[in-house]
């Protein structure tokens, strides 16, 4: 009888899976799992609709999405556009998703988001922060984003460079101004098929995209075309602005330190990775550029690399706490170290320093067949959040950093005095002292780096209950500190790893709003700029 049962429960198990499998690969898992609970409304949303489109016409009709169809969403997400521009390469093509602003009164601003890896798709950042729906990892099921950024301006998410996420094409770029010419390629048919001409553009991205945004951006002003490039702002989330040694491991033990809760090692082991810190030179290199205002420029030589300005192995502690941590918690998130086992599922794949997908939703979301349906692209396009494979030629990206004195990141601050790099408090991949290491030896405006440090209080208003927004809630009071000076701001915030628009999207609204001109600086007490 037990051995009936057994086969009997293996039998139905087997059904089932190949139910699920089935099911998912239609974008019909709804069927198996928990129904969301109801979506309640906030004073930051209202109802979208297509009923009054702002940019349907004969030419953007194609690429119309019926907001009701995308799979697993309960609800109808409003006007958008979505598909594939060609960037004059063959038959190479970028995928966007626009979203127009419910705030009909910005009509003539756009705000592009670019993920970064570099090779991951921009839909990350859709999907897990800012776009008008999100479905975070560890949670049911889509619901409606309280902070979804196209409250309060038009929002484009693209795809690039070739080989990332939906976009058409093979890795054909060796630096960041072969990125540049074909983005600024493909922001003209953009601005040309939705009637943008004379909007003020502004670009915001995190990651690797601390490269691509103040590369991009330094194109379009270049062009000296306001009808299609009027950059007016930037804002970089844990930016890779200068070398991986300075910007990671240079500041690991000070890091590692200022975080015992997440990073709880043994005497024995943090005594080591102290030890190796000071004799590579990491600790004296802080201590002496680390200053506001800075002493002057950082050496030419970084530390810990011998004569010929190669990496030395035994200097690598960034490596060596990360495996160390690994052991400790296997769960580890790199980008927000206080995430504990089990590991969230996640509809990306991408739940914390590694892939994973549970058995049950083998597919990433935008990998399913009902949503590429939805979203305007060829059913045979294989979506993955990160490309397996580099999109740089050879796997490398022959373009210097963007922070450089005399770099791109200079040029887009001195143009537009408007430039906001923030960086999350819990991100090990790239401490905020590495970033301000980075900008403390960059010189704009006639100065180098801040002269004070960024002490001022971030604030954000509460102006929302937890029940009102229960779905997609998010922190409100002092959640970081800052400085701005000659037309960059600087912010840590608290309580965010990596991706500040995901793990603190309130601060995140602050910031466009602060970007986009509607507050004053990051201490401003005001409410939530809402929809008109």
């Known amino acids: 009888m037990v051995c009936q049962l057994a086969i009997l429960s293996l039998l139905l198990a087997t059904i089932y899976r190949h139910s699920v499998a089935e099911a998912h690969a239609r974008g019909d898992l709804r069927t198996y799992l928990r129904k969301p609970t109801s979506v309640t409304s906030s004073s930051l949303i209202k109802p979208r609709s297509t009923s009054n489109s702002t940019y349907l016409n004969n030419a953007t009709a194609p690429f119309s999405i019926d907001g009701s169809s995308l799979p697993y969403v309960e609800f109808d997400i409003g006007e958008s556009y979505a598909g594939l521009l060609p960037i004059g390469h063959e038959d190479d093509k970028y995928f966007f998703w626009f979203v127009p602003s419910l705030n009909t009164s910005v009509q003539d601003e756009v705000v592009i ?238 739940p914390y320093s590694g892939y994973y997908l549970p058995s049950t939703f083998p597919e990433p979301y935008f990998n399913l067949a009902g949503v590429k349906a939805a979203l305007n692209v060829p059913a045979s396009t294989d979506w993955t959040i990160c490309s397996s494979s580099s999109v740089f030629v050879n796997g490398t990206d022959s373009s210097p950093p963007s922070g450089l004195t005399g770099g791109p990141l200079e040029r887009v601050i001195e143009k537009t005095m408007n430039v906001i ?22 010189t704009w405006n006639g100065a180098r780096g801040f002269s004070n440090p960024p002490v001022q209080p971030l604030l954000v208003p509460s102006t929302l209950s937890s029940e009102e927004v229960q779905e997609s809630m998010a922190g409100s009071g002092h959640l970081g500190s800052w400085v701005s000076e000659r037309g960059l701001t600087f912010c840590e915030v608290f309580l965010s790893g990596h991706q500040v628009p995901e793990w603190q999207p309130s601060v995140a609204y602050r910031h466009i709003e602060l970007l986009l001109g509607r507050i004053e600086n990051l201490s401003d007490v005001r409410p939530f700029t809402k929809q008109q």
């Open 113 to 350: 988001w670019l993920n970064g890896g570099p090779g991951c798709s921009s839909l990350d950042g859709f999907l897990h922060a800012n776009g008008p729906f999100t479905w975070q990892p560890g949670t049911n099921a889509p619901v409606p984003n309280t902070w979804a950024w196209s409250n309060l301006t038009n929002v484009v998410w693209v795809d690039q460079p070739q080989g990332t996420g939906y976009s058409v094409g093979e890795a054909i770029v060796t630096s960041e101004g072969d990125v540049a010419k074909y983005f600024v390629a493909f922001w003209e048919e953009f601005v040309k098929l939705f009637g943008l001409q004379h909007a003020k553009v502004y670009l915001a991205g995190e990651s690797y995209a601390g490269k691509y945004v103040p590369y991009i951006a330094d194109a379009m002003l270049d062009r000296g075309n306001a009808t299609a490039f009027d950059v007016s702002g930037i804002l970089l989330y844990d930016p890779g602005v200068g070398d991986d040694i300075v910007q990671s491991e240079v500041p690991m033990v000070a890091f590692m330190n200022a975080n015992p809760n997440s990073l709880p090692f043994d005497d024995t082991f943090k005594t080591y990775i102290q030890n190796t810190s000071a004799a590579c030179g990491y600790d004296t290199y802080l201590e002496e550029h680390l200053r506001f205002p800075p002493l002057g420029p950082l050496p030419s030589s970084d530390p810990g690399t011998d004569s010929e300005g190669n990496f030395l192995a035994e200097c690598d502690i960034f490596t060596a706490i990360f495996e160390e941590i690994n052991t400790l918690n296997p769960c580890f998130n790199i980008y927000q170290i206080n995430q504990p086992c089990p590991i969230p599922w996640d509809v990306l794949g991408f």
């Open 421 to 442: 790099v923030a960086n999350g408090a819990l991100d090990m991949s790239s401490p905020t002292n590495g970033t301000l290491l980075v900008l403390q030896n960059m």
